[in-house]
């Protein structure tokens, strides 16, 4: 990963997503693309940033819809990594052409799938936002 790439990630973490990590933690930052449906206009990227935070990220290009069916599957997983690798937080990630007009939904599927605890938030962001190449 080039410097640049890691400082568009390091800002997206910061001042997208508002994550407080410290400079250290900000300073590893993994990601791995995958694939995860037929279609080839839904992608997750999953982000290990510094061993301390875990950031899930589903990028739909088209229905918005699909984002949030997948929700509940992406914070189940996501909790359970989280948990038995050790990290201090979860960040799920819904990217879409449309974020606001998923934000009703996607928050209710989120609050009805997701525990009660400040370790795991929930970000809509346009795709456009995404600072991956």
């Given at each position: 990963m080039t410097s640049n790439q890691t400082s568009r990630l390091q800002t997206f973490v910061r001042s997208t997503l508002?994550?407080?990590c410290p400079e250290e933690?900000?300073?590893s930052i993994h990601l791995t693309h995958v694939e995860v449906s037929i279609e080839s206009?839904?992608?997750f990227t999953r982000l290990d940033v510094?061993?301390?935070l875990?950031?899930?990220v589903l990028e739909v290009v088209g229905d918005p819809q699909r984002a949030a069916a997948a929700l509940p599957a992406f914070i189940a997983s996501g909790m359970v990594e989280r948990d038995s690798q050790g990290f201090n937080r979860l960040r799920v990630v819904l990217a879409t052409?449309?974020?606001e007009g998923l934000q009703p939904t996607a928050e209710h599927i989120f609050n009805d799938s997701a525990p009660r605890d400040d370790r795991i938030h929930l970000h809509l962001v346009g795709i456009s936002e995404l600072p991956f190449d």
């Open positions: 508002g994550c407080g933690v900000l300073r206009d839904t992608l510094g061993g301390q875990l950031v899930y052409d449309d974020p």
